[in-house]
């Protein structure tokens, strides 16, 4: 069965990559770790002068869940995925707007005249990559914007939402509403946790997220933050997925399905009460070049699979697919000409 236009509907923070190497010394000017996702604050806000002036940084289209619904549509046929956030009217949102028109993604951004176009600073260390963002026009996406008319409309068409969990600390009102949707006609509602300062310091909206969850899709830090933040004592990854799925549900048409993603280590699927592994698509490490966004690409994958109806176990296979695609490339891209799963 073909998907519906725009079956798929995709929610949070547009951002614009500024990805550059660094080292120790660039991690302690402004006291960050080497592995770490963080929003910026007072102190953090001149590391993208500096990385764009003193470490040859590249700009590189971003935003999670951005990067999800690109791989989506790389899978999808035409005109099946649609992309809501925030920008401002700036260069930044001109390269974001080429990068999603190369990727035939839809965007509806609520632009804002005021504010610029989000940034992550990304600097690579090694293996490790540490994120600081400074969401501007990004935290300024509102309910206004997704109960306009015409946006709405694209709600209410779609069949499956995927909201990114960094969304939670700018709009929950918007994510309540495609969460109620989504149960109401049951729809699929597939969420991400994002980073793990968000069970850390998000508990309550993504508490109130949760009953919605129909797919929750985490990597091992944030399972692991969210089973510290969550009174789940245990350090062993398939008990927190049984906990996840065990959740209350608001839908109980659809069981709920949590999906835990570690590196090269296989994907853990809890449904049921029961647990099921998936290994990774291995590759040979001299072919990997940036592994920003292994998680974004594996969650496209197995959302288009969802959309596509296939089985869950090829959903995850084609996340794993395209997540070993993604880190061939720079920044969380898709190779053209494009490849068939
Ligand atoms: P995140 O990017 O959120 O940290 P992971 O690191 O868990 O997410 O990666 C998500 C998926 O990306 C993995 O399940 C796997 O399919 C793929 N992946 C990541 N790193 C590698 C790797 N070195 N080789 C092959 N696949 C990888
Ligand atoms: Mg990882
Ligand atoms: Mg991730």
Redesign the pocket.
Known sequence: MAPNEYALLCLENPLLDIQAFGDQALLDKYGIKPNDAILAEEKHLGIYEDLLNNHEAKLIAGGGAQNTARGAQYILPPNSVVYLGGVGDDKYAAILHDAVKTAGLRVEYRVDKKEKTGRCGVVITGHDRSMVTDLGAANHYDLDHLKSPEVWKLVEEATHFFVGGYHLTVCPPAIQALAKEAAAKNKVFVFSLSAPFIPQFFKEPLDASAPYWDYVI?????ALAYAESHGIETKDLKEIALALAKLPKNNTQRERVAV????????IVAVGGKIEEFP????D?NL?ND?????????AGFTAGLVAGTSLKQAIDQ???L??L??QELGPSFPFPKQTY
């Open positions: 985490g990597n091992e830090t944030e835990i993603t570690q590196g090269t280590d296989p994907t990774v698509h291995a590759i490490g990997i592994t920003t966004g292994a998680g974004d690409a594996f969650a996340g794993q697919w997540a070993k993604s880190i």
